[in-house]
């Protein structure tokens, strides 16, 4: 996590031109982090984070730093037109947060898509974010979110 970290610090610094930092960040994720660290001790097997509970780490801590470098990286993809990396980076981020609880990810797949003209997909995905945030309509989710959708598809919200 240090090296994601430091990873991620210096691309901030470098702005547009850390792009490969934040993809080199990215790609030492492997799936959710700390899997398995809430299983109790079993006589059976052996828990492999039995060190966790008297640590300063906190696994949802590592899963919004993880999904705010992959927004990170599909921001500066989408400025550069390179949808493949981006949703590469949002991949990652929902194998961190298999639960898609966090809320860039969704926005930034919505992004992609409408950025390479899949509409029917950003239905789809907007379709799939209600259903997950157990809304009815859009205008259901958080102001937030429901803003920044209207803000960057007005056209197809509005179509609905």
């Known amino acids: 996590m240090n090296l994601l970290r430091r990873l991620r610090t210096r691309a901030e610094t470098n702005g547009p031109d850390g792009a490969e930092d934040l993809r080199r960040a990215l790609e030492l994720v492997r799936g959710q982090p700390l899997a398995g660290a809430d299983l109790t001790h079993s006589t059976r097997y052996r828990t492999p984070y039995a060190w966790l509970p008297d640590s300063a780490i906190q696994p949802h801590h590592l899963v919004s730093a993880i999904v705010d470098t992959t927004h990170q990286h599909v921001a500066l993809c989408l400025e550069t037109g390179d949808l493949a990396s981006a949703r590469w980076a949002v991949d990652i981020a929902w194998q961190a947060d298999q639960q898609r609880a966090e809320g860039h990810p969704w926005l930034d797949a919505i992004r992609i898509a409408y950025q390479a003209g ?35 598809m007005p056209d197809i919200v509005g179509s609905r």
């Not at 997909?121 to 205008?139: F, G, I, N, S």
Request: aromatic share 6%.
């Open 118 to 152: 899949h509409y029917v997909e950003v239905r789809t995905l907007l379709d799939d974010l209600v259903q997950a945030r157990d809304a009815e309509v859009p205008e259901d989710l958080s102001a937030a979110t429901y803003r920044e959708i209207i803000t960057l």
